[in-house]
């Protein structure tokens, strides 16, 4: 099963920035090379949306909330995804999740993904 882990949220005033980790277990690098990875959001009363996701082939998504602002990265060989979150806004403010999709195809922030991990809060005061 696949193990999701994120970290790096925190508190920070608006325009401040913050990146994000999550380090993906039970892959090889080979194998994590070819996942699609995504970033996911939920705020309090809100439902969860899609922030971002990146494939294999390195081909990124964005939300349009988020565009100009966040950058999704990965390293393969630490199977690991980054967000690297600038000029945040407080209605950035929410728990933080990465997502792995099993599919190989269709990869964007709007896919369905399988595996989760637990979040990381971000707060972004005015």
């Known amino acids: 099963q696949v193990q999701l882990s994120e970290s790096g949220g925190g508190s920070v005033q608006a325009g401040g920035s913050l990146r994000l980790s999550c380090t993906a277990s039970s892959y090889t690098s080979r194998n994590y090379g070819s996942v699609c990875m995504g970033w996911f959001r939920q705020a309090p009363g809100n439902e969860r949306e899609g922030v971002a996701a990146i494939g294999g082939d390195g081909g990124t998504s964005y939300t349009d909330s988020v565009k100009g602002r966040f950058t999704v990265s990965r390293d393969n060989a630490k199977n690991a995804l980054y967000l690297q979150m600038n000029s945040l806004e407080p209605d950035d403010t929410a728990m933080y999740y990465c997502?792995?999709?099993?599919?190989?195809?269709?990869?964007?922030?709007?896919?369905?993904?399988?595996?989760w991990g637990q979040g990381t809060q971000v707060t972004v005061s005015s």
């Open positions: 997502a792995a999709r099993t599919a190989w195809y269709g990869c964007h922030f709007t896919a369905t993904f399988s595996d």
